[in-house]
């Protein structure tokens, strides 16, 4: 009983990790695409926007 106990709480921490790391790696991404932008020719902008609010999108429903 007691090892499964702690794989069940294993296996919830390496879940909650990993969906830490995904939005730690989003968020980096994002801030890399901002900087980006703000170099960017204005006939990317418009995509870079796009996917700035895709990824503010995910972001929020994580």
């Known amino acids: 009983m007691i090892n499964t106990f702690r794989s069940a709480t294993t296996t919830a921490a390496s879940t909650t990790a990993v969906g830490i790391l995904e ?3 989003l968020v980096c991404s994002v ?3 901002l900087a980006t932008s703000l170099t960017a020719a204005p006939s990317h902008q418009a995509r ?3 996917t700035l609010n895709v990824s503010a999108n995910v972001i929020a429903n994580v």
């Open 31 to 33: 801030d890399l695409i």
């Open 48 to 50: 870079i926007q796009t």
């Open 23 to 25: 939005t730690v790696a």
